[in-house]
């Protein structure tokens, strides 16, 4: 997407959803111990942001409480996103690009 000129966000919230896994299996539950090192992983691999809900009390959240990350952390946590994404897009790419599907 990103050779047509589109940017590349990656979703770390609904990543880690559980669809109607809550209790009742009427609310969405969520993996939040994955958010972190999925979306380093994504930052990693060249995306160019990151979409995540934060909420100062997840465990209160009406909407995606198992999923949110915590609002006092999202600062350093968006340093760190940075710093994997600068220290990865310095990196020279060894490899030619693939062409397929991409018409000149």
């Known amino acids: 997407m990103q050779r047509f000129g589109v940017p590349v966000l990656y979703d770390?919230?609904?990543?880690?959803?559980?669809?109607g896994v809550?209790?009742?299996?009427?609310?969405?539950?969520?993996k939040r111990e994955y958010?972190?090192?999925?979306?380093?992983?994504?930052?990693?691999?060249?995306?160019?942001?990151i979409f995540m809900e934060?909420?100062?009390?997840?465990?209160?959240?009406?909407?995606?409480?198992?999923?949110?990350?915590y609002l006092d952390k999202v600062g350093k946590f968006v340093k760190q996103l940075l710093e994997i994404r600068s220290v990865v897009s310095n990196q020279p790419k060894l490899l030619p690009e693939s062409r397929v599907g991409v018409s000149s």
């Not at 770390?12 to 669809?19: G, K, L, M, R, V």
């Not at 809550?22 to 969520?30: C, I, L, P, Q, Y």
């Not at 958010?35 to 942001?49: F, K, N, P, W």
């Not at 997840?58 to 949110?68: F, I």
């Open 12 to 19: 770390a919230t609904h990543s880690i959803q559980t669809p």
């Open 22 to 30: 809550a209790e009742g299996g009427k609310s969405t539950g969520g």
């Open 35 to 49: 958010l972190e090192t999925l979306a380093r992983a994504a930052m990693a691999a060249g995306s160019d942001g």
């Open 54 to 69: 934060c909420h100062p009390r997840p465990e209160q959240a009406l909407s995606d409480g198992p999923n949110v990350f």
